[in-house]
Structures are given as structure tokens and as C-alpha cells.
């Protein structure tokens, strides 16, 4: 299983349940990356996005309050029922992509990390665990830096030694 998060440099990652900054590149390859695979987010990402509407061409899971029900995306209440339905998976296949607090719920079981880093302090409300301060946690790629819509930004790929099983 695996995370894909925008970061500022201070691993700030959302303010206002959206989005820090505007990044053309960081959002094409957001796309690129998780098309066609399985995107599992807590219920505030879903609310998020355009018309609280579950991301196109992708297999949207949900960790949601029990009084919610959809029949867009697959919701789930509990993390054991969320680990049921990603076993029904390929773990390859899996994205974890938001928001802060079921970040730092799923780390532990992923093992590869896609972040991308920009060089700027969004003002956040919410927060990435900063992978540089944890033990079993490597940076194995960096890209140069790029330059997109005003920002600088660099895709980095951490690895998680010891993923737990789920």
C-alpha cells in the first residue's frame, strides 16, 4: 500500500479541509499515478473534492462516520472493515490519500511514500508525519527541483522497511 501527499516544508498538507497550494505538475501526477486504482481516503477528503463527488476512473473506499451511506463509492466504518475491503486488493494497487488523521492511521502499513515537497510554509492546519524523523522510514528518490505555477517542488520517494500487515 501506498501514500501520495503534497507537503509544505514544514510537512503541512491542508488548511480549511482543501488543499495548501495549486500545483499543476503535483496534481497531474496525482492523476497519472492513481488512475485506475484504488483510492482510500477518510470522509473529510471526500467531502473535499468538487461536489463531495468520489474521484473519477479510480475504485474510491471510505472510512466514514456510521450514519453514512453512499452508493458512489464504497464506504466503510471501522478500520477492520477497511482492511477487509483492501484485502480484496492488490496492495500495489492501493493509495491512501487523505487527510490528516487517517494519514497517520494507514502509515504504519504502508510501505512505499510519495511525497511531494514544496518549497514554501502553506500556513496549515494539518500535517504529514515528518518521514525524515522516523526510525525504518528512506528517502530512496529525489527528483530536481521543478518549477510550477510560482512554487518549487521536488517528488521524493520514501520506502517503509518494516510495513505492519493488515
Known amino acids: 500500500m501506498k501514500t501520495i501527499v503534497a507537503v509544505d516544508n514544514k510537512w503541512g498538507i491542508g488548511k480549511k479541509n482543501d488543499l495548501l497550494f495549486s500545483i499543476p505538475e503535483d496534481m497531474a501526477f496525482f492523476r497519472k499515478t492513481t488512475m485506475g486504482k484504488v483510492c482510500c481516503m477518510g470522509y473529510n477528503t471526500l467531502l ?22 453512499r452508493d458512489d463509492c464504497t464506504v466503510v466504518h471501522t478500520l477492520d472493515e477497511l482492511f477487509c475491503e483492501l484485502k480484496k486488493y492488490d496492495s500495489d494497487e492501493i493509495y491512501v490519500i487523505g487527510g490528516a488523521m ?6 504504519p502499513y504502508c510501505d512505499e511514500f510519495l511525497i511531494t515537497k ?28 521543478v518549477e ?7 517528488f521524493t520517494t520514501y520506502k517503509n522497511k518494516s510495513p505492519k500487515e493488515y
Open 48 to 69: 473535499s473534492f468538487p461536489g463531495s463527488k468520489p474521484l473519477k476512473n479510480r475504485t474510491n473506499i471510505v472510512l466514514a462516520p456510521k450514519e453514512v451511506e
Open 102 to 107: 487517517f494519514y497517520k492511521t494507514m502509515l
Open 118 to 145: 514544496v518549497d514554501a510554509d502553506g500556513e496549515a492546519e494539518g500535517f504529514y508525519e515528518n518521514l525524515d524523523n522516523i526510525s525504518g522510514m528512506e528517502c530512496v528518490y529525489e527528483s530536481e527541483p
Open 148 to 154: 510550477s505555477n510560482g512554487y518549487t517542488i521536488r
